[in-house]
């Protein structure tokens, strides 16, 4: 996928605080093209003379504040996909959790800093961009693909792979994560019989299943210390975001399925949708094994590779309750295959 170049997006800020919009507006001026509403009413006297790439939105404002703003940018086929980004003076948990379930895609707190703003700003638009785009892109590589054949497969593999590789790149303790649970996955689905084509979409579909993450802010991701439930509730958002950003690949219609039931469990006490037993679609209960296996013999801040025989239990333990029974014998099965415990991080 070509890079985009982000310089020439416009933003519009909208804060009823004048000098709040002129601070945003020298510091965004060399990056972006910039646009001024001092309400919300305003803001959509300019939406009709432009679209902009982007809202930077203040959360409290008189007569009509940001919620009712993204309410109805959202109700309007012409702006609900612009993406938003909340303004706010406070740190508050539950203004947050509505914010995002209202649709707005990260918070920027007052007083602003200049490289934090840009940050934001560049991969929400990043994060735009992929989501509007991955369907062409993926079409355009699929008709590669039957052109050159392998040689195209293998490209868009290797394009999936990229793609995965930035994804675990927002957490510096999960690299490779993607990669291996696509690994393990196939091996789970070589086990019940998938053929030479399903094992490739089981591939493409592991690969992508953490895609979500992308929508969640780096500040909680990177949290060192113990999220709080608000912070948690964001986290457990990943698995929607991700089904959204893949549902309209229609090339490959089944790649949101893991992404968004990955975190379902067997006995229906998993999320988003709170799926039980052979609701939870087939592969979406391979990833699970799979996701859960690297999580235990990965290294994370807080621990070392748990021992191969805790990892065992673990799979003993939650079979017919976490995971699906036969999927959890299978990994039992290559975990005692593996003598030498070389299946890890």
């Not at 996909?81 to 990260?106: C, H, K, M, R, Y």
């Not at 690297?294 to 994370?300: F, G, H």
Request: proline content about 3%; glycine content about 4%.
């Amino acid at each position: 996928m070509e890079t985009r170049e982000f310089q020439k997006a416009t933003v519009m800020v909208v804060d009823d605080d004048i000098v709040n919009v002129r601070i945003a507006c020298v510091m965004l001026k060399d990056k972006f093209h910039v646009m001024a509403a001092e309400s919300g009413e305003r803001a959509f006297e300019l939406l009709k003379k432009k679209v902009p790439d982007l809202i930077l939105l203040d959360v409290h404002m008189p007569e009509m504040d940001g919620y009712e703003v993204i309410r109805e940018l959202k109700n309007s086929d012409d702006y609900k996909n612009i993406p938003v980004i909340f303004l706010t003076a406070d740190e508050d948990e539950e203004a947050e959790i509505q914010g995002f379930s209202e649709g707005a895609l990260d918070f920027i707190t007052k007083p602003f800093r200049k490289d934090i703003v840009i940050q934001r700003i560049s991969r929400i638009l990043e994060l735009d961009y992929l989501q509007k785009n991955l369907e062409a892109e993926v079409k355009m590589q699929s008709k590669k693909a039957e052109e050159r054949g392998k040689k195209m497969e293998r490209m868009s593999l290797q394009m999936i792979n990229a793609l995965a590789s930035t994804i675990d790149a927002k957490d510096p303790y999960t690299n490779g994560h993607s990669a291996r649970v696509a690994d393990y996955a196939v091996m789970i689905a070589e086990r019940l019989g998938y053929d030479e084509e399903e094992l490739v979409k089981v591939c493409y579909m592991a690969l992508v299943h953490d895609i979500g993450k992308i929508g969640i802010p780096d500040s909680i991701i990177n949290k060192k210390s113990q999220l709080t439930q608000g912070e948690y509730e964001v986290i457990r958002a990943h698995p929607v975001i991700g089904s959204n950003i893949l549902k309209n690949i229609t090339e490959i219609p089944e790649i949101a399925t893991g992404a968004r039931w990955h975190h379902e469990m067997y006995d229906g006490s998993g999320y988003p949708d709170h799926l039980k037993g052979e609701e939870i679609p087939e592969i979406a209960r391979i990833i699970a094994v799979a996701d859960t296996y690297d999580a235990m013999t990965s290294k994370r801040s807080y621990r070392d590779v748990l021992p191969q025989q805790v990892v065992r239990a673990e799979f003993i333990e939650g079979r017919g309750q976490q995971f699906d029974p036969i999927m959890a014998d299978i990994m039992v099965q290559l975990i005692d295959a593996d003598k030498e415990y070389k299946m890890r991080e």
